[in-house]
């Protein structure tokens, strides 16, 4: 695998750009509705909404991490629009120490369309990226993350392939 990512991130936000500081959530299960009550003493609370009273729109309960590393997967046409409260769609990544070596050795053979791999992440070694995670993230969000890694453009092409695979995969020719 030749390298995949530039040695300084590119100037502006790009699509495979590997972000790190990005706080990623999901909806929780079952999806529950919370909201704002005043409680014993007086004080403001985020409490469960009883089930006869949930909404199908509202505040849920989500889980995730304050501090993710992810992958932006939205394309450079979009990016370049510089919408200040504009919406950037990333996927997370994990080191790549946290697959069983057998997982980690398929995916890094790019024989894993859900796991895309992410080779030397300066400063923070093998990574990958799991599409199955995709989400939107308000762009201000992202770019006060930091940029640890930009891929080169043969990279890029490779994700785009990824992403037309992953996503499209019943509509390609069967090889």
């Known amino acids: 695998m030749a390298s995949w990512l530039l040695d300084v991130p590119e100037s502006r936000l790009s699509q495979g750009d590997v972000v790190v500081g990005v706080p990623l959530a999901a909806l929780a299960y079952p999806p529950t509705n919370i909201h704002k009550q005043v409680v ?9 909404t009883p089930a006869k009273q949930q909404k199908a729109s ?5 889980k995730g991490s304050s501090s993710a590393v992810v992958l932006v997967l939205s394309h450079g046409g979009e990016l370049d629009k510089d919408e200040r409260k504009g919406r950037v769609v990333v996927c997370e990544a994990s080191p ?3 697959l069983n070596s057998e997982v980690r050795d398929v995916v890094f053979a790019q024989r894993r369309i859900s796991l895309m791999p992410l080779p030397a992440v300066p400063g923070h070694g093998d990574y990958y990226a799991d599409i199955r995670t995709v989400q939107s993230v ?7 993350g930091g940029r640890a890694a930009s891929m080169t453009d043969e990279a ?5 392939t990824q992403l037309a695979a992953f996503f499209a995969r019943d509509l390609l020719p069967s090889a």
Request: without cysteine.
């Open 138 to 144: 308000d762009r201000r969000i992202v770019e006060a």
């Open 58 to 62: 509202g505040l849920f309960v989500a």
């Open 156 to 160: 890029r092409t490779r994700l785009q």
């Open 40 to 48: 014993k003493g007086g004080l403001e609370a985020w409490v469960t």
């Open 96 to 98: 790549a120490e946290r």
